[in-house]
C-alpha cells in the first residue's frame, strides 16, 4: 500500500528588536544568565508591560513579505498555564486576533536540500499559511541533576508564531520551507532566525494515511529540533515510523513526540491529554493599538524579496537562472554581487569570480562575504583587466590571491610586479620577427604544413617577452607572418 | 502647639509649619513616630515601618516641594525599594521590593517621605481589612469595630492620627469604603489618571490609587503630586493634570447634582440615610441644583463586578508560585505539588475564593457566559453614567449603607460582605471617579460611628468633585472631628 504524509509547521521566531516586547532590556544572545532582566521581564509584583512597537512593526512587515492579510486591531491576550519557565504564570500573546492571517511561503529550488533539488516533488510550490501572531519568550530552564536553574535572559524577547497550512508533503519540502522562510526573515531584517541560537524555532505536525483514504491520519507532534536538517531527519523518521506502524495494521493515536538528534529517533513524550484550558482573556493592562499608524513605515521596509531579486539578475545582469538563485540566495551575497556589477561592462564575469574563486577563498580562509577582504569595486577591476587583455586569465587568478591575501587593488598588483601583458601588436611583431629569424627549421615545417611547429614559435615569442607578450597576439601575428 | 500635636495636623497645616521652618521634616517624623508608638497596639494599622529611611530622606527634604518633608503611610500593597510588600499575604512574607511603583516615585519627587506600609485585605480582596494574613485593623472611632477595607490600615492610622495622609487602592470601593466607615476624604480617580505601575494587581481594568486623608485639601495635594501619564502603565491617560487645589473654595452655583433614583433602596441604615439627606440639603443651600437621574444598571453592578474583578484576579495572582519569591512550600514531592501547596499554604480563604471564581468564569465553556456577557453589561453600566452626566454634573449618594461593622460579624458571610459594595463598585466598573467626604455620625451603642458622602464624576472631573467636597467640607464642622484614639493618648 503507498503511504502519504501531511505536514504542518508551527514555526517561533526571535525577532531581533533592540529591547523586550514590554521592557527595556536588551535582547541579546549569550549574556551571563539573569543579567538582561528587571521587575518587567521578571514578573515581579506590581510590574506592568509596555508595548514595543517595533515589535508590532517588524511583525506587520513580516505579515507584509508573506502577503498576509494585516488584522487593524492589534490585540493581546493572556494564556494561562503555570510553568516555571513562565514568570507571570501567563504569557502575553494573541488568541483570536492574530496581527496577520494568510499569506504563503514560496518556495525556491535552491532551498531544496542538495540531494534533493534534482527531484523536486512540486517546483515553485507555494505553502499557505494559517496565521503569524506576536507574543513574548518565556525564560530557558537549565537542568541540572538535582535542580533546575532559570535563566530568564530571553523571558520577554518578541516571538512571532508562525503557522502554515497543514500542506506539507515531504521532509525535503519542510526544509525548503523552513530555508525559504528563514531567507524572507533575514531580507527583512527581522530575525537572524539561527535554529541553533534557538531564534528560530519549529515543531511539526505529521500524520501518515494510506493514499486511497481521504481522511487525515492521527496527528503526531514532534519537537526538540535544532537544525533545519533535524526537522528534516526527524519527519523522514517519523513517516517512516508511522507507516511501518500503519503497515502492521497498528491503529496510531494523537502523542507528542520528541527528537532525539544524536540517536536520530523520536521518542514518545506525551500522549493526547485532555485539552489544556488555557483561559484565554484580552489582557487589561495593554490597550488594543491601531495598525493602521504602523502600516506606512512597515511598508516602507518591505525589502525586494529573494524571488523578484533572482528574475531581476537574470534580466538586468544576464547571470544564468542557476547564478541568480545563488547569488540571492545570500542576502549579503546578493549585495556584494550587486555593488560588484553595477558598473561592469561584464557582470556575468563578475558573477563567476565571486561564484567561484572568491566563494571558495572565503570558505577555505573561514571568512564570510561580510568580511570579504576584496571590495565589491575591486573584483570588477579585476575582472576588467582580464577582459580587456591587460592581464591574462592565468595571471588574474595570481592577482586575485594576492588582492584577496593583502587587500590590495589589481591595478597596484599588476603595476608592482609588472606582470601587465604586453599587448602593443607593433612590439610583438619586433619579437615574432627575432623568433622567426632564429628559429629557421620550425618556421619552415609550419610552413610546410606541421601546425604544431607553431606552438613551439608561440613559446619561444612568450620566452622572449618574459611571458608578459599576449600570447593570443602573438599566436596571431606568428600565423599571419609565416602565412604571410 | 506640642510637637506631640503634630501628627493631628491636615498636610497643608505641616506644610505652613515646615515651610516657616517651625519644625523640621526630622522633628515631625520622631513626633509622628511616637504617636505610632502610643496608638498602634489599639489599632494595628502598619504592617511595616522603616523610619531610619525615612530620617535619612528628612535630612534632605525640600521643603519648599509641593509635598516637602511630609511622611506619608502606603497601603501594602504598592511597592517602595527596599521596604517589604506583602499585599498583607503569607505568600509574600519576607518579600522585599527592588523597586519604586511610579506612584511612589512622583511623591519622592514632590518631596513627600513614604515611611511605613499599612495593613489591608489580602490583595486588597475584602471590606473590612480581617482578610490579612498580618494582624486584624480596628478603627480608631470604636476599636471593636473594621476600618472598612480593603485600605483599612491607611485609613485607621489617618483617623488616629497616626498618619498625615495616606495612599489606598480602589478597586470596588477600598478608598471610599474605609474613608466613609473611618470618618475620612478618600478618593477614587477617574481609571488611568493615576499609574498602576508597581502596585499590585487585584483586577487590572478596575483598580485604582488615590488619597485617604483629613480634608478634601489634603486629597487636592496628594492628587497633584502622583496623577498623570507614565509610560510604563499603557492604560494612563495622556491628559496634563491640573492643580487640584486650583478650583477649592468656589461656591456651588449652578453645580447640577443627579441623586440616582437607584440608590433608595432597602436595607440603608436609617441613619446614613438622614445623613446624607441633610447632606444634600446643605449642598442645595451652598447653591447646588438637585436633580434626579437614573442609572438602571446599577442592580447588576455586583455581579458584573465579582465577574471582572476575579477573572483578572485569578491571571494577575497567578505569578505567586513559590518559584522566584515569596512563600514557598517545603519538600514538596514535584512541581505540581510545589504549585498547590505554596498557594494553598500561601494564600488566604478570601483570595482562594475569588481565584476559584475567576478561573471558573474564564474556562472554556462558561467564558462566553460569564465573562464576555460581564463585559456587555459592563458597557452599559458606563452607558448609564454617561447619560446620567448629560443631566447633572455629579451624582451623589450614600458611601455605604451602614455604618462600620463589629469585627468578626460579617467574615461568616462573604455575599453580605459584596453587597455592601453596591454604591461604590459601579464607579470603577465605569472608570469615573468617586469622593467619600463625612457628614455625620451614627450613633451605636454610645460610639459615634463616621457617615460618609459619596461624590462621583465624569472620567477625569476630579477637580469637579474636589470642589463639591470642599465646599460642602467647608461648610460644616464633620472634618475637625477626631476619633477617640486620636484623641486620646497623646
Known sequence: MNYVATIGLEVHVQLKTRSKMFCACAVEFGAAPNTRTCPICLGLPGALPAMNHEALRMTVLTGLMLDCDIAPVCKFDRKNYFYPDMPKNYQISQYDMPLCENGAVPLHDLAYPKDAQKNIGTPDKEVHLVRIHLEEDVAKSFHFETSTGIDFNRAGTPLMEIVTQPEISSPEEAFAFLTSLKQILIYGEVSDADMEKGQLRCDCNVSVRPQSQSELGAKIEIKNMNSISGVRRALAFEIQRQTVALGNGEKLQQETRGWDDAAGETFLMRTKESAHDYRYFPDPDLMPVKTEGLLPEARARVPELPKAKRARFVGQYQVTPYDAGVLADDVELARYFEAAAKGSKKPKNVANWILNDLQSALSSAGKTINDCPIPPDALDELVNLIDSGKISGKQGKEVFGEMFSTGKRAGAIVKDKAIEQVSDSGAIEKLVNEVIAANPKPAADFKAGNAASLNFLKGQVMKLSKGKANPQLAGEILEKKLKG | ?490
Not at chain 2, 506612584?103 to 489580602?122: C, H, Q, S, W, Y
Not at chain 2, 455581579?303 to 508560585?321: G, H, K, P, Q, W
Not at chain 2, 498547590?340 to 494564600?347: I, L, M, P
Open chain 2, 1 to 490: 502647639m506640642s510637637r506631640s500635636d503634630l501628627p493631628a495636623l491636615t498636610i497643608a497645616d505641616l506644610q505652613s509649619l515646615l515651610r516657616r521652618k517651625e519644625v523640621s521634616p526630622r522633628q515631625v517624623l520622631e513626633s509622628l513616630r511616637a504617636r505610632i508608638e502610643s496608638v498602634e497596639p489599639k489599632i494595628d494599622a502598619y504592617v511595616s515601618i522603616d523610619f531610619e529611611a525615612a530620617l535619612k530622606e528628612a535630612e534632605t527634604a525640600d521643603v519648599n516641594l509641593p509635598l516637602g518633608g511630609v511622611p506619608i503611610a502606603i497601603k501594602d500593597i504598592i511597592n517602595v525599594a527596599g521596604q517589604p510588600c506583602t499585599c498583607g499575604s503569607k505568600i509574600l512574607a519576607g518579600y522585599r521590593s527592588p523597586y519604586d511603583a511610579t506612584v511612589i516615585e512622583k511623591l519622592r519627587a514632590a518631596g513627600a517621605i513614604p515611611f511605613g506600609k499599612t495593613n489591608m485585605d489580602e490583595f486588597a480582596m475584602g471590606s473590612s481589612t480581617e482578610n490579612s494574613s498580618v494582624k486584624v485593623t480596628r478603627n480608631p472611632w470604636d476599636v471593636s469595630r473594621v476600618p472598612g477595607g480593603s485600605s483599612g490600615g491607611s485609613a485607621a492610622a489617618v483617623a488616629a492620627g497616626a498618619a498625615f495622609g495616606a495612599l489606598g487602592t480602589d478597586t470596588g470601593g477600598s478608598i471610599r469604603q474605609p474613608a466613609s466607615l473611618s470618618g475620612l476624604v478618600g478618593l477614587k480617580p477617574s481609571y488611568g489618571r493615576v499609574s498602576r505601575f508597581g502596585v499590585i494587581a487585584f483586577a487590572s481594568s478596575l483598580d485604582q490609587v488615590g488619597p485617604l486623608t483629613k480634608t478634601v485639601r489634603d486629597a487636592a495635594m496628594i492628587m497633584s503630586a502622583m496623577a498623570g501619564p507614565d509610560r510604563h502603565d499603557s492604560t494612563s491617560l495622556p491628559d496634563p493634570v491640573p492643580d487640584y487645589t486650583k478650583n477649592l473654595g468656589r461656591d456651588l452655583k449652578g453645580v447640577r447634582l443627579g441623586v440616582p433614583k437607584e440608590y433608595r433602596v432597602e436595607g440603608i441604615d436609617p441613619q446614613v440615610s438622614a445623613a446624607v439627606n441633610a447632606a444634600i440639603k446643605q449642598l442645595e443651600s451652598l447653591g447646588a441644583e438637585i436633580v434626579d437621574v437614573t442609572l438602571p444598571h446599577t442592580d447588576y453592578g455586583i455581579a458584573v463586578y465579582y465577574f471582572i474583578a476575579t477573572a483578572e484576579a485569578s491571571a494577575n495572582l497567578a505569578r505567586f508560585d513559590g518559584v522566584r519569591y515569596g512563600y514557598r512550600a517545603k519538600d514538596p514531592k514535584d512541581l505540581l505539588d510545589h504549585y498547590g501547596r505554596t498557594r494553598e499554604e500561601g494564600f488566604g480563604e478570601e483570595v482562594k475564593r475569588r481565584i476559584i471564581l475567576g478561573t471558573y468564569v474564564l474556562s472554556s465553556g462558561y467564558y462566553d457566559a460569564f465573562y464576555v456577557r460581564a463585559q456587555k453589561v459592563r458597557q452599559l453600566i458606563r452607558q448609564d453614567f454617561v447619560k446620567a452626566f448629560e443631566k447633572c454634573d455629579a451624582i451623589v449618594s450614600p458611601t455605604t449603607p451602614e455604618p462600620a461593622f463589629k469585627l468578626g460579624e460579617r467574615t461568616t458571610n462573604p455575599l453580605a460582605m459584596y453587597l455592601a459594595d453596591i454604591f461604590t463598585n459601579t464607579a470603577n466598573l465605569a472608570g469615573i471617579c468617586g469622593i467619600s467626604v463625612p457628614c455625620g455620625f451614627a450613633k451605636e451603642n454610645g460610639s459615634q460611628l463616621p457617615i460618609g458622602l459619596q461624590i462621583l464624576g465624569k472620567s477625569l472631573d476630579e477637580t469637579r468633585i474636589l470642589q463639591i467636597a470642599h465646599a460642602y467640607e467647608q461648610s460644616t464642622d464633620w472634618h475637625k472631628a477626631r476619633s477617640p484614639i486620636a484623641l486620646d493618648s497623646k
